[in-house]
Nanobody
């Protein structure tokens, strides 16, 4: 599976953004998908997961309702809607895929993922 993330850019604080991650291949529905973000010099940070079978979602504890993950299996795409963007949301946002359904404690760990997209940069100005 190859993943291609897009939708990043330079935005102002308070704006909204929708990121998309398109997967190649014909088995997208077999993968649970997640979004992570990373600021240079810091560890990769879990944002959200959407499971493959029932579409259940998990979010990082500190995500205050501004982030929404969704998927469209017909389009082989997972989305991340981010509302009320803040300067501290500035990061490279990446999607990841794994053939696994598990608890949120497991799904938030980067090493379990088999495939990663190249990331899309989101820069939020004040």
């Amino acid at each position: 599976v190859q993943l291609q993330a897009s939708g990043g850019g330079l935005v102002q604080a308070g704006d909204s953004l929708e990121l998309a991650c398109v997967a190649s291949g014909r088995r997208f529905s077999s993968y649970s998908m997640s979004w992570f973000r990373q600021v240079p010099g810091k560890q990769r940070e879990f944002i959200a997961t959407i499971l493959r079978n029932n579409g259940a979602t998990y979010y990082a504890d500190f995500m205050t309702g501004r982030f929404t993950i969704s998927r469209d299996d017909d389009r082989n795409t997972v989305y991340l809607q981010v509302d009320d963007l803040k300067v501290e949301d500035t990061a490279v946002y990446s999607c990841a895929a794994v053939m696994l359904d598990a608890s949120s404690d497991i799904m938030r760990n980067p090493p379990i993922y088999d495939y990663w997209g190249q990331g899309t940069l989101v820069t939020v100005s004040s």
